[in-house]
């Protein structure tokens, strides 16, 4: 008898070990799947920023692009306007050396025509 009562006991004790143990596991089986949503949520997330990011970053290109053409464009306007002014300066040096060249043969025809009659 009380051997078979030693017995029951060890059984009810297994038994309530039983259930604390598997408590526990259902307790950590709860936070694991708590913490795989959280990391789920996390990647949700992350990816979202990142989509959002690699929008950003594709408009910025696009400026960055927009900006480089405006300012080739403008280069090439200022560039053209430069090449205008050389050019007029150029043909005024050669109409201003003409005009020199031509008051310095009137000069000298005056002067010979002068020394001629004196």
Known sequence: EAALAAEEEK???LWEMTLAVDGELTRVEER?????????DLVKDFLSKEA??????KGLQVD?????AG???KESYYTGKLSEK???MTQGIESAEAARVELVATFER?????SARI
């Open 11 to 13: 059984k009810k004790q």
């Open 32 to 40: 694991l799947a708590a913490e795989e949503a959280r990391q789920r």
């Open 52 to 57: 959002e990011l690699s929008q950003k970053i």
């Open 64 to 68: 960055l692009e927009t900006t480089r």
């Open 71 to 73: 300012s080739a464009e």
């Open 86 to 88: 050389e050019l007029e």
């Open 110 to 114: 005056e002067r010979s025509e002068l």
